[in-house]
């Protein structure tokens, strides 16, 4: 069973900087792409940012130039640094990875940016 946990959530100033991880558990499988999703408020949940296996990236256009998404394969730890953050930023971030043809998400975790 894999089990993926968030951190690095919580609140900060406009411009500020952020550093999300999700940590997959288990063993005996091998993660194809990892992301970044997030939800705002009565909104959908929408993709910020994919990385595959080989290291190749994807970035929403509102995101590029300010989040770096990274991952570490001996860890089965995927990250998303965050600078430059902008109130419209504000949502719950999920982390998903991708495992054979199965998705897996995090639990979510809250990011608060005020102007």
């Known amino acids: 069973q894999v089990q993926l946990v968030e951190s690095g959530g919580g609140w900060v100033q406009a411009g500020g900087s952020l550093r999300l991880s999700c940590a997959a558990s288990?063993?005996?499988?091998?993660?194809?792409?990892m992301g970044w999703y997030r939800q705002a408020p009565g909104k959908q949940r929408d993709l910020v940012a994919l990385?595959?296996?080989?290291?190749?990236?994807n970035y929403v256009d509102s995101v590029k130039g300010r989040f770096t998404i990274s991952r570490d394969n001996a860890k089965n730890t995927v990250y998303l640094q965050m600078n430059s953050l902008k109130p419209e930023d504000t949502a719950v971030y999920y982390c998903?990875?991708?495992?054979?043809?199965?998705?897996?998400w995090g639990q979510g975790t809250q990011v608060t940016v005020s102007s």
């Open positions: 990385i595959s296996s080989g290291g190749s990236t």
């Open positions: 288990g063993s005996g499988f091998s993660i194809s792409h």
């Open positions: 998903n990875v991708i495992i054979g043809l199965r998705g897996y």
